[in-house]
């Protein structure tokens, strides 16, 4: 994944519920952000419960719904349209 680092407003979508895990997707903008490989982070089980978090995310037809928490010493921002910023910063794929 390529991160592109905007200090903007969340861009409109970045996630694909019907394809993409939003517990996985933080994960990797995690690892990304700190240039860490994924499988060396702390499991995101120990902060938040990944699968309350993606049928909280998932269920959300606006994608206005926003989840943020504290994850390997860092601020984690996730919207339901699938938005992710790790201490303010966006990370999206870009293709």
């Not at 519920?17 to 903008?29: E, G, M, N, Q, T």
């Not at 910023?85 to 293709?95: L, N, P, Q």
């Amino acid at each position: 994944m390529v991160a592109a680092r905007l200090r903007t407003t969340m861009p409109e979508s970045t996630l694909d519920v019907a394809h993409d895990s939003p517990s996985l997707r933080i994960v990797d903008a995690l690892a990304d952000a700190t240039d860490t490989d994924p499988l060396e982070l702390d499991p995101l089980y120990d902060v938040v419960d990944p699968e309350a978090l993606d049928r909280f995310l998932e269920a959300d037809p606006t994608g206005e719904a926003t989840v943020a928490f504290g994850y390997g010493g860092h601020s984690v921002e996730v919207r339901s349209d699938g938005a992710i910023a790790i201490d303010g910063t966006i990370y999206d794929e870009c293709v």
